[in-house]
């Protein structure tokens, strides 16, 4: 089982960065797929999160109206869209596979940083 993000990188404020998550070795279109984040000497937290089939989404408050979830169960891959980055979203961004119990997967994570 893997799973591998892409697409971290420097931005500056209010620039743009798309996050992708390709998982394998699990039935992808049975995972809801979450993103999560974590800034230096803060716990990690939930950004965003959809569902299997992909109709139900949700999003942190911090992030809402600026970040959009998507996935293509086709491509085994969940997108993370970040449009009007500020400096308080820089962090590691970590992908998560989750179907419930054990079926529980992250990746190693893909750094984010905003700055001018």
Do not use: H
């Not at 993370?80 to 980055?85: D, R």
């Amino acid at each position: 089982v893997t799973v591998k993000e892409s697409g971290g990188g420097l931005v500056q404020p209010g620039g743009s960065l798309r996050l992708s998550c390709v998982g394998s070795g699990f039935t992808f279109s049975n995972y809801f797929m979450k993103w999560f984040r974590q800034a230096p000497d803060k716990e990690r937290e939930l950004v965003a999160e959809i569902s299997s089939g992909g109709n139900m989404k949700k999003y942190a408050d911090s992030v809402k109206g600026r970040f959009t979830i998507s996935r293509d169960n086709s491509q085994d891959t969940v997108f993370l869209q970040m449009n009007g980055l500020t400096p308080e979203d820089t962090a590691v961004y970590y992908c998560n596979a989750d179907a419930g119990g054990q079926y529980n997967y992250w990746g190693q994570g893909t750094q984010v940083t905003v700055s001018s």
